[in-house]
């Protein structure tokens, strides 16, 4: 058994503003899913499937547990750049840890938690 893919999929309150975030500050295409509640954020190999929940309980609100992804990443330096030029809320400053990673983590404008990173040589 082997798993072929992985996909997120998370509530956001508004398909528009999270479209944006995910275009402008992290680099993901945005597409259409044929259901007008649901977008797909798509960078590379990661998919993201985003469901507007305006009533849901705020990911911030979830403290720890709004982490749900660890992109590992080619240039996280560019990464980076991109997500504090676009104005990304950095929660974690970029640096390199013992367990053999470059990485930094953000919060997206949904209040979800995303860590970043590169695999050291």
């Avoid at 997500?83 to 950095?90: K, M, Q």
């Amino acid at each position: 058994m082997k798993v072929q893919s992985s996909m997120h999929v998370i509530a956001v309150p508004s398909l528009a503003s999270s479209g944006t975030f995910y275009r402008d500050v992290l680099g993901f295409e945005v597409h259409e899913m044929g259901d007008p509640g649901w977008r797909m954020f798509v960078n590379g190999a990661c998919r993201i499937m985003a469901g507007e929940c305006p009533g849901a309980m705020a990911a911030r609100a979830t403290g720890d547990h709004s982490y749900f992804m660890y992109l590992t990443v080619d240039d996280v330096g560019a990464f980076h750049e991109r997500a504090t030029a676009g104005g990304a809320d950095v929660t974690k400053p970029i640096r390199e840890e013992p367990w053999g990673m470059k990485e930094f983590g953000l919060r997206t404008v949904d209040g979800h938690r995303i860590m970043i990173g590169q695999r050291l040589a």
